[in-house]
């Protein structure tokens, strides 16, 4: 049941505000382009600013030249729970603009839809967030702990956000955290690991009509794709699928050869490569899995046919996550989320991996991953939010906040 104190808090959202301020953010664009110069800055002043009007205590900590995180801390009693809410400021590229519908950075509104690259994934989330607990310290209320919203950059890279936020102490007291992704506020309460794997083939470049002069890397290379299309299905016949998460999976990404200089028709290539984004689920070990591919590298054919070199790296390595439904903040967004909409919540898990492994991982917090968005538009043309969720996840947020760290009277 929403208390009278609770109603109060959600009478002051401003479900216009909410909104405009999601355009505002969507028309900033920020993917990360270091060869233009462009990367979240501007999106994250912005943040700063709606932090500095809400009253937030504010850090602005540039990680790389123009990409900095943005964090703002809202401060209640000693000694109290602190509940993170976790955004990144970063979205992917565009692509060709003129495949869109609408400008991707327009943020059109049609039909209770807003378009735009980053609506969904994850602007919208960040901007709930701000707005939860804008209303939150507008009500006057005392809680019981902090609040803390982290705007991180470069989660659609390698997360160098969030490491710099844990390394820079700013993980430290936290008890739990809300991943803001787009997940159609279903509680997902699982995530699979990631681990990219680059593999190199390195033989000898030679004239096309005279193979047997060089060290061809490229059918090696083929060989040991289709090796590791074997792999997944042996190990989803070991793992099987995971109840949230389903079943790991094995993908090539990027095939280059050569991998420098120009290719040219009549030219062998001398050295192959590839990458290889593999997703885990509870009980597989990414070490054991890189060890494994390693030792399906093609070798010597013993026929005297000279094999290229293989080199294989792990670039980076996330382990699945798993929070209890038990934990304190899963029951309390479970509750909340009866409590908003009379229904029940649906659990789910993450079939990426987001910033909240590295709080997880890295910090042992507690994470959910649960805000506005269609489940399945990130990245895409066409990018679009629904806004009746937007408006949804920011009084779950604000109903999250208030139970999860308590009032004080």
């Given amino acids: 049941m929403i ?14 505000q909410i909104i405009e301020w999601t355009q505002e953010l969507v028309r900033i664009p920020s993917v990360y382009r270091p060869d233009r110069g462009e990367g979240e800055e501007e999106a994250a002043r912005w943040v ?8 937030l205590d504010t ?20 000694g109290g729970r602190t509940l993170m809410f976790e955004g990144h ?3 992917v590229t565009e692509g060709d603009p003129n495949q869109w519908t609408y400008p991707p950075f327009s943020a059109q509104i049609v039909d209770g839809r807003m378009y735009g690259r980053g609506a969904d994934d994850m602007k919208g989330g960040l901007v709930a967030a701000i707005c939860a607990v804008k209303a939150v310290v507008e009500s006057g209320i005392t809680l019981g702990g902090d609040l803390l919203i982290g705007a ?40 699979k690991g990631v681990m990219w794997v680059r593999v190199t083939a390195t033989g000898k470049m030679a004239h096309g009509c005279m193979p047997r ?45 050569p991998v420098k200089g120009e290719p040219q028709n009549n030219v062998m290539p001398g050295q192959t490569e590839a990458v290889l984004d593999v997703r885990l689920i509870p009980g597989q070990s990414a070490e054991k899995l890189a060890s494994e591919m390693l030792a399906l590298c093609p070798q ?30 899963v029951r309390v967004l479970d509750q909340a989320y009866r409590d908003l909409t009379g229904g029940e919540p649906v659990y789910g898990g993450v079939p990426g991996s987001t910033d909240g492994t590295i709080l997880n991982s890295r910090a042992g917090i507690p994470i959910v991953t649960c805000g506005p968005g269609n489940i399945h538009v990130p990245h895409q043309v066409d990018e679009w939010l629904d806004l009746e969720q937007l408006i949804e996840a920011t009084k779950l947020y604000v109903l999250a906040a208030m139970r999860f760290v308590g009032v004080r009277e």
């Fill in 3 to 16: 208390t009278e104190l609770e109603e109060r808090v959600l009478s002051l959202l401003d479900e216009d």
């Fill in 213 to 257: 002069t060089g060290v061809n890397s490229a059918y090696p290379m083929a060989d040991f794709l289709v090796q590791m299309h074997d792999l997944e299905r042996t190990q989803i016949e070991v793992y099987g699928s995971d109840e949230l998460l389903g079943e790991p999976s094995i993908t090539p990404t990027i095939v280059r050869s």
């Fill in 48 to 55: 700063e600013a709606r932090f500095g009007e809400i009253g």
């Fill in 152 to 191: 991180v950059c470069d989660e659609e890279g390698r997360m160098l956000g969030i490491k710099d936020f844990v390394d820079q102490g700013w993980a430290e007291g936290v008890d739990a955290a809300i991943i803001c992704e787009p997940e159609e506020n279903h509680l997902c309460i699982a995530q």
């Fill in 89 to 91: 400021t970063d979205v």
């Fill in 300 to 329: 010597a054919d013993g026929q005297g046919n000279p094999a290229p070199r293989f080199d294989v790296a792990v670039i980076e390595a996330r382990a699945p996550t798993s929070t209890s439904r038990d934990e304190p903040i």
């Fill in 59 to 78: 850090a602005f900590e540039f990680v790389e030249p123009g990409r900095p995180n943005v964090i703002g801390r809202w401060r209640g009693a000693d």
